[in-house]
């Protein structure tokens, strides 16, 4: 079957331009996540989606962060007014179950996104 | 909540050589452990786990044990291949059943022939 899919596979932007990523998850993987790598930094949780529960947004860095999970399925994470620091591979991971106990992530190959 | 360490990279190796990359971590409880690996331009994946401790987890010739005493899920191969190029990473779930999955930093491996 199809595993998590992510586009743009590269993302170049202007600084203080908006960007989208998106995120399709396998079918039928309750759990969403998306973490941030950068160069030398491994990777940076930023927001986690599971069922109908309310999404646990505590690694989004700022208010320019934005995702949302729509269907229980896309998930589209947004980046407001991009700064040269927001330059980074996304990284969408889908889980079966979630909670990570006995569910592994599944990662889509990644945005790059560079910000000039 | 919480953490895990694992040891900097980036590490290299000559072909046939036995490989450790140091784990260890600080949690509440007993979580699973995890070792996931990303290969060049790809994304990461799941490449052994354990879920209880003196558990040893297994696949493509890696190992590591879930010891509890030393807090630590140490990655080991006896033989490594230029093909286990790679960065590795170490984690566990964070604390509170949240969901989320906790990282290490990443080592990178390189084997030369």
């Known amino acids: 079957g199809a595993g998590v899919s992510q586009s743009p596979s590269n993302k170049v932007t202007e600084k203080g331009k908006d960007v989208e990523l998106r995120c399709d998850p396998i079918?039928?993987?309750?759990?969403l996540y998306w973490y941030r790598q950068s160069l030398g930094q491994g990777l940076e949780f930023l927001i986690y989606?599971?069922?109908?529960?309310?999404?646990?947004k505590s690694g989004l860095p700022s208010d320019r962060f934005s995702a949302e999970r729509t269907g229980g399925s896309v998930s589209t994470l947004t980046i407001q007014r991009t700064q040269q620091e927001d330059s980074a591979v996304y990284l969408c991971a889908s889980s079966l179950l979630g909670g990570a106990k006995n569910s592994p992530l599944h990662f889509g190959n990644g945005t790059r996104l560079t910000v000039t | 909540g919480n953490s895990v360490t694992q040891m900097e990279g980036p590490v290299t190796l000559s072909e046939e050589a036995f490989l450790t990359i140091n784990c260890t971590y600080t949690?509440?409880?007993?979580?699973?452990l995890f070792w996931y690996v990303q290969y060049p331009g790809e994304g990461l994946q799941l490449l052994l786990k354990?879920?209880?401790?003196?558990d040893k987890g297994s696949n493509k010739g890696f190992e590591a044990t879930y010891r509890k005493e030393t807090t630590s899920f140490h990655l080991e191969k006896g033989s490594v291949q230029v093909s286990d190029s790679a960065v590795y990473f170490c984690a566990l779930p964070d604390s509170g059943n949240t969901g989320k999955l906790i990282f290490g930093q990443g080592t990178t491996l390189q084997v030369k022939p």
């Open positions: 989606f599971q069922g109908n529960s309310a999404p646990d």
């Open positions: 354990a879920t209880k401790a003196d």
């Open positions: 949690a509440t409880g007993y979580p699973s």
């Open positions: 079918s039928g993987h309750t759990a």
